[in-house]
């Protein structure tokens, strides 16, 4: 017997005595009931123009200019991307130099203690063709292989190779080399090359969208193979005028007024391009903040394009960039001195003297005033403004906010060349 059971509606009886059963009606009117409350709950929601962004929503705030439509922006970023990426290389480095590496191994190393090897250095990373006569900008540590300051234009034991996103390959040569500005310059003999526009990183705003175009990880992406679409990741600008020094192979590289995206940047991007929506080079990809070398954390850094731009007028002149110069000597602060000039900052530095006809000169400086910031950093001491310019070229612009006569006020110092002035 079955233990399920049916439940049947009850029948009501008519005038004659017989039983009619109204179950059609019944569900009749039920279906009409649901529809209706179905209709009220689940219909289509307003729709809304997405042509336009919330004027305060977070997405807003990365556009452009005001009333950019979503649809817009996309196109833009599309547009950038097609118009940037062919000019993007990847820089191939095979030296000649065999060198010497422990085994990372810990069997052998417990049999036979660490040992050493000998092998080539190789590296890959990534390049902005700026010239369609072969002209490319890249990172210094990208072809600085072997950690010798003295990498000169006749050296050509790197073998370097750069490789186009269409997969044409040509050798490169190295121009000219800046190991503190981490910049180097190659060319290779080719014309008509895709290149892109530099840009003017000083138009630059936090919180601008920004592009980076590179090749992170190398050849492991493609499987190996040489050319390819390189990759692209999307940010904005997260802050402008980062300082670092880093000190690798004994060199050290003093970074100085750079751009910091959240782009994401790893292994391999160093050299590559940073861009803006209008595909225009803003930036050379150059370092990222990775604790214990875990890789992307959204902390990345760029060499800003004005600062490219200088370099690259001094290579096309065939002159020496030479060292940056101010004229200006300074010294630190003592109790004696900011009594006597009714100073009462912190920190801040005086300046002592001042060379003639010198950019300090040129920009207003006299002797007595106190420098309190540089580029919005607060000085404490001599050697801390000396290392601001650390790092910088002839041409690249600073503003100093100066006390003098009891009143502050800001100078923008145009640095000169040690070589020439």
């Known amino acids: 017997m079955n233990d399920y059971h049916y439940h049947t509606p ?24 649901i529809g209706v409350g179905l209709t009220n709950t689940f219909r289509p929601m307003p729709q809304k123009d997405t042509s336009e962004a919330p004027a305060d929503s977070a997405f807003a705030q990365n556009l452009p200019t005001a009333g950019y439509g979503i649809a817009a922006f996309e196109a833009a970023v599309i547009g950038a991307v097609k118009k940037a990426t062919p000019a993007v290389v990847s820089v191939h480095t095979q030296a000649s130099q065999i060198v010497a590496y422990r085994f990372r191994d810990p069997f052998f190393d417990m049999l036979y203690g660490k040992r050493l090897g000998t092998r080539p250095r190789h ?32 050296r050509n034991d790197l073998n370097l190779t750069v490789v186009l996103s269409d997969g044409r390959t040509y050798p490169a040569r190295i121009l000219k080399h800046f190991p ?27 919180g601008q969208t920004v592009l980076a175009i590179g090749n992170p990880f190398g050849d492991r992406l493609t499987g190996g193979l040489m050319g390819g679409e390189p990759t692209v990741t999307r940010g904005i600008i997260s802050a402008l005028r980062r300082n670092l020094n880093i000190t690798q192979e004994g060199i050290t590289r003093y970074y100085r007024t750079m751009l910091q995206t959240d782009a994401s940047i790893n292994e391999g991007n160093s050299g590559g391009a940073l861009i803006d929506l209008s595909g225009k080079l803003v930036g050379i990809n150059t370092a990222i903040m990775s604790p214990a070398g ?57 300046i002592d003297s001042i060379d003639p006809e010198s950019p300090g000169e040129d920009a207003g400086f006299k002797k007595g005033d106190i420098i309190a910031k540089v580029n919005g950093f607060s000085t404490t001491n001599r050697e801390e403004v000396v290392s601001m310019f650390l790092g910088s070229v002839p041409g690249e612009e600073f503003t100093l906010s100066v006390f003098r006569n009891g009143k502050y006020s800001d100078l923008t110092l145009v640095l000169g060349s040690k070589n020439t002035d």
């Open 294 to 350: 875990t890789g992307s954390i959204g902390i990345g850094f760029a060499q800003p394009s004005d600062r490219v731009r200088l370099i690259l007028e001094s290579v096309r002149k065939n002159s020496d960039i030479g060292a940056p110069f101010t004229g200006i000597y300074v010294q630190d602060v003592t109790p004696a001195l900011a009594e006597a000039l009714d100073y009462e900052g912190p920190g801040g530095v005086v």
């Open 123 to 154: 590296g890959m990373g990534s390049g902005v063709i700026i010239d369609p006569e072969g002209i490319i900008v890249t990172n210094d540590h990208v072809i600085n292989l072997t950690g010798e300051r003295d990498l000169t234009n006749s």
């Open 10 to 33: 009850p029948q009501q009886e008519n005038r004659s005595g017989k039983r009619r059963n109204f179950t059609p009606l019944y569900l009749i009117l039920l279906g009409i009931f």
């Open 180 to 206: 503190t500005q981490d910049i180097a310059i190659l060319a290779v003999d080719a014309v008509d090359l895709p290149y892109l526009e530099l840009g003017s990183s000083s138009d630059l705003t936090v």
